[in-house]
């Protein structure tokens, strides 16, 4: 069965530093997410592509995040510098897309630690 | 901004019972309403979607209903299972945003035997 994939699994780094998250979407969805969520709470929409192309960054945090899906396949989420509040679980998701199947399907996510 | 509220209190019931989620939405309809399951330490998992037009949408002992007027899913379990506890989480998708899929903050469910 395809699955999403993500690494690294677990990333512990110090405030300051730059930090970089990986996510590999199931061959041919075009709708690709990435979420954080802070234990307890709802994962909150951080950034989607279509393709190669951002639809939505508004909640991205772009002075320290970035994010990039050059080939529309595979994408990267960076932070630089991270900040202790950034600790949180990283999810990756993907979709067939508007026209496909809207159902999400998410990776085991990144859960990182910055102290 | 769209907002999502899910009864942030725990729900505890026993087993065999019939579980009831709540999630309220503002502003404009979705596209669709969907719901997932998240066990602690893992992605959510897809469970069901239920679109603008239908009211209802069944699978095995789960059953979900779509109140456009009340801005309103109810999420049911029927028969409830101790391995049914976990966190449930709605999320609506708005095809007019791209498909942009924005998730309410999950209710955790406890089946107790």
């Known amino acids: 069965e395809a699955e999403v994939a993500q690494s690294p699994r677990y990333k512990i780094t110090e405030k300051s530093q730059a930090v970089a998250f990986w996510c590999d979407p199931i061959?041919?969805?075009?709708?690709l997410y990435w979420y954080r969520q802070i234990l307890g709470q709802g994962p909150e929409l951080l950034v989607q592509?279509?393709?190669?192309?951002?639809?939505?960054d508004s909640q991205l945090p772009k002075d320290r995040f970035s994010a990039e899906r050059l080939k529309g396949v595979d994408s990267t989420l960076k932070i630089q510098p991270a900040e202790l509040g950034d600790s949180a679980m990283y999810l990756c998701?993907?979709?067939?897309?508007?026209?496909?199947?809207?159902?999400?399907?998410f990776g085991q996510g990144t859960r990182l630690t910055v102290v | 901004s769209q907002k999502i509220e899910q009864n942030s209190e725990a729900l505890n019931i026993q087993e065999g019972k019939t579980a009831t989620l709540t999630c309220n939405y503002t502003?404009?309809?979705?596209?669709?309403l969907q719901w997932y399951r998240q066990d602690p330490g893992r992605g959510p998992v897809f469970l069901l979607l239920?679109?603008?037009?239908?009211k209802e949408k069944r699978k095995e002992r789960l059953k979900v209903t779509f109140d456009t007027t009340l801005k309103q899913s109810l999420f049911h379990i029927t028969a409830s299972q101790p391995a049914d506890s976990a966190t449930y989480l709605c999320?609506?998708?708005?095809?007019?945003?791209?498909?942009?899929?924005?998730f309410g903050q999950g209710t955790e469910l406890s089946v107790k035997p």
């Open positions: 998701a993907s979709s067939q897309g508007v026209g496909g199947g809207t159902e999400a399907f």
């Open positions: 061959s041919g969805h075009a709708t």
């Open positions: 592509f279509q393709d190669e192309s951002v639809v939505d």
């Open positions: 502003n404009y309809s979705p596209a669709y």
């Open positions: 239920i679109r603008e037009n239908e």
């Open positions: 999320a609506l998708l708005w095809y007019n945003q791209g498909g942009k899929l924005i």
